[in-house]
Structures are given as structure tokens and as C-alpha cells.
């Protein structure tokens, strides 16, 4: 498995934005973001493959961007237009299957940064 670092995240007020990365060890052909908040189940950000496909979570569509740099194996996720709501432990994940990725057991996780959107 690849060993995957974040950055990125913070505080900051609602409607502003923040830009998350994940650096991975090694090249892998699918990579995303997850949430998750207190109580609740992890929720399914953002996913984008080494094709350059790529697909959101409905409360993504209108308002994040997910990208990656293959030379860097790096996945990025720009937020704008932050809510309150948007508040949780990002958290990249990495697989070369999809029934890797959507799985919570399998895959590469990130450590998980904290975004906090102040209202």
C-alpha cells in the first residue's frame, strides 16, 4: 500500500475557501477525498483517476474542485464557497481498484486534516 501525506485544512469562515493536498509514496491510479464528523459515517468527497476522469459528491459538484499532478502523485482538493456543514476530518484515500476504494477497510488512508467553516 502506498503511504499517503495531507495538508492543507484550518479555520475558516463561512463562504471562504481552502485548498487540501495528498502526496502519495508511490503512483496509484485512483485517489479521492472522504469526510467524516462526529457520530456519522464517512461521507464520500471526490474522486480522480491517473486518466484524468473524475467525479464529486453531489454537495461537491457546484463548489469544490478535485485534481491531481501524476509527476508529484499528488491530489488536491480546492473548496470554495465553504458552509458550516463542510466541517469534518477530510481524508485522502488511494486504491488501484474501485472496489478498493469505495471500501473503508481497504486502500490507502491519509491521516486526515481537520476543516472547520465558522459561520
Known amino acids: 500500500q502506498v503511504q499517503l501525506v495531507e495538508s492543507g485544512g484550518g479555520l475558516v469562515q463561512a463562504g471562504g475557501s481552502l485548498e487540501l493536498s495528498c502526496t502519495a509514496s508511490?503512483?496509484?491510479?485512483?485517489m479521492g477525498w472522504y469526510r467524516q464528523t462526529p457520530g456519522k459515517e464517512r461521507e464520500w468527497v471526490a474522486t480522480?483517476?491517473?486518466?484524468?476522469?473524475?467525479d464529486y459528491g453531489d454537495f461537491a459538484k457546484d463548489r469544490f474542485t478535485i485534481s491531481r499532478d501524476n509527476v508529484k502523485n499528488t491530489v488536491y482538493l480546492q473548496m470554495n464557497k465553504l458552509k458550516p456543514e463542510d466541517t469534518a476530518v477530510y481524508y485522502c484515500?488511494?486504491?488501484?481498484?474501485?472496489?478498493?476504494?469505495?471500501?473503508?477497510?481497504?486502500?490507502?488512508w491519509g491521516q486526515g486534516t481537520q476543516v472547520t467553516v465558522s459561520s
Open positions: 484515500k488511494a486504491a488501484e481498484l474501485w472496489s478498493t476504494f469505495v471500501s473503508s477497510e481497504l486502500g490507502s
Open positions: 508511490a503512483p496509484v491510479k485512483i
Open positions: 480522480i483517476v491517473s486518466d484524468g476522469s473524475l
